[in-house]
Each structure stands twice: as C-alpha cells, then as structure tokens.
C-alpha cells in the first residue's frame, strides 16, 4: 500500500517537472492530485520537523555526555568511590592517632617503587580520604574545572557522619586542610603539583560549601590508573583506620600482589616502630576485613601478608 503512494506522488512530481521544463500544456494534473501532493508536502514537513526536533534532543543528549566526557573524571555506580591508584598506594593518608597531627613540609611520602610524593600541610589520615572521596564523586557530574555547590548536611550524610555542630566544623576543618595541603606527584609520564581540593569556599547567600578540582590532576584518572572503592565495604570499616587503609590499598591491586608486614608498616604511616606489635595491629586488621569483603587475607611464616579477593 506505501509504496504504491509513493510510486504514485514521484509519478506526479515527474510530470510537475516534465511540464515545468517542457512547457507542455498536455500535462495536466487533477484537482485529486493536487490535494494529493499538499497533503503529502505537508506528511512531509512534519516528518523533516520530527527529525529535526528528534535531532536537536539527541544534540542535547551529546552535550550532557559530552560534559560528562569534558571532565574525563570516570563515572561509577553510586555505591563507589574512585581515586587514583598513587595515592592509596602511599602514607598520604596514613595512619593517624587521634590528637597526634602534624604539620609537614616537603616531606616525601613512603610509596611503592616509581611513584613520588611530597607533601606539604597537615598530615592527612583516613577521615580526610572519606571527604576527598565523596568530593571526587561529586564533581564526576560536572565538567572539569567547574565548581560544585553542596549542603554540609547531605555531605555530612552521604559519608556516614553525624550532623550536629560538632560535625559541621570538623567538615569545613577537613575540607580547608585539603585546599590548603600541596602535593607534588610524579608516576610514570604524568606529573602533578598543587592542592588536593583546587578552591574550596562557602556562598554566603545560600550557605553552600562550594569545591572545585584542577584539571592537571586529571591525568591519573586515565585508562588503569585509578580505582572505584566499595562505599559499602569501607563503612563497615568505620573507625578502624587501618583496615581501611588494608582494603583501599589492595583495591588498587586487580592481583593483589604479596607485601612484607616491615613495607606495609611504611606504606600505611603507622608511628608503631616495634614490628612485633605492628604485626599484632595488622593481624586484627586483616581479619575485620576478612569479615567485610570476603577476602582471605593471612600473614605466612617469612612475614609476608597474602591477600586473596
């Protein structure tokens, strides 16, 4: 049925065209013909209008991924977290006891063999990771460079926390010393100097904490070099510090490879210098996180720490 209307309207649109180009007044075209061809100029305008309204919604579309791409910040499932790999593979977020900050400059972090930091601020534990984490998944929704704006309370909320006074303040402490720290990362070809956090402020007019990240510090988001952490994993680790710090650094392995308990003692900034009772810490460790994500996780005879996902 389609295709003979079809046959039918290009037969029409010829003898327009013959009797155009020929001034042959032989061709006549009926009055049922005519109305044939408006009704179909006009099927046709509303399918070019169609398109063209279908065309600009995918360019939109284009335009939400292509932000998305501009920030070239991987995007994960809500209960993940990415971060680069260097910097769980370090003492940058170390092991702190409580009341036991201090304030460091220049110092060069303990990290697995080719990569480099140095560190410049207050010394940065597993809290300060759980903030830079949620902001680092925050700004996977906004192009690179672009500012993102957030209530103390849905922060306060979406890492586990309380939401009293007390809490609000410990937020913004957190979030300055990430915007004031400076880290100077070098790994492979790629090289970073600058703040963990680009800007950080508050918008007086509706209250909002307000993040933005530099751009250079993109290039340890490419290709293998970063890694998603389990939010639900790390929150039943709530607390126990190195733990946390055991699970983020073998997430970063996809084989997690066998480390001596003395280099795990460095990589995780503990303060314990007697191995012994490091190794008492670490065997607890390891069976909170045995308990959490299911891993097999041992230390064998010649002080090796086996880790099996």
């Known amino acids: 049925m389609c295709k ?25 075209i009926s009055k049922t013909d005519q109305a044939t061809l408006k009704n179909q100029d006009t099927h046709t305008k509303t399918v070019v209008t169609q398109k063209v309204e279908l065309q600009q919604q995918q360019s939109l579309q284009c335009k939400i991924i292509s932000n998305k791409t501009n920030s070239v910040m991987p995007y994960v499932a809500k209960d993940k977290r990415i971060i680069p790999n ?13 009341g036991h900050r201090k304030y460091e400059k220049n110092v060069l972090k303990f990290s697995l063999q080719n990569i480099t930091i140095r560190f410049t601020g207050e010394q940065l534990d597993q809290t300060d990771l759980d903030v830079w984490l949620e902001c680092l998944h925050r700004l996977c929704f906004v192009p690179m460079g672009s500012k993102v704006e957030f209530t103390a309370y849905s922060f306060l909320k979406s890492i586990d926390r309380r939401t009293g006074t007390k809490d609000y303040k410990w937020l913004k402490t957190c ?6 720290c400076i880290i100077e990362v070098g790994f492979q070809n790629c090289f970073y100097v600058g703040h963990l956090l680009h800007e950080y402020y508050k918008n007086i007019s509706n209250k909002k904490h307000v ?12 290709d293998d070099m ?22 983020c650094f073998y997430c970063s392995h996809k084989i997690p490879l066998c480390y ?12 314990t210098k007697k191995l012994w009772k490091f190794r008492q810490s670490l065997k607890r460790a390891l069976l909170v996180v045995t308990h959490s994500t299911g891993w097999k996780c041992w230390i064998d005879r010649n002080d090796f720490v086996h880790i099996k996902k």
């Open 260 to 271: 001596k308990v003395s280099t795990l003692n460095k990589l995780c900034g503990s303060t």
């Open 211 to 222: 993040i933005i990240l530099n751009k250079r510090i993109v290039a340890f988001f490419k």
């Open 175 to 180: 979030l300055v010393r990430l915007s004031i």
């Open 4 to 28: 003979s209307i079809y046959e039918r309207i290009n037969t029409l649109k010829n003898k327009i065209h013959r009797a155009v180009n020929t001034d042959d007044s032989s061709v006549i």
């Open 226 to 247: 970063w890694t998603a952490i389990s939010l639900i994993e790390r929150k039943k680790l709530k607390g126990k510090y190195l733990s946390q710090w055991i699970h």
């Open 86 to 98: 260097i910097m769980l593979r370090s003492s940058l977020f170390g092991i702190i006891k409580k």
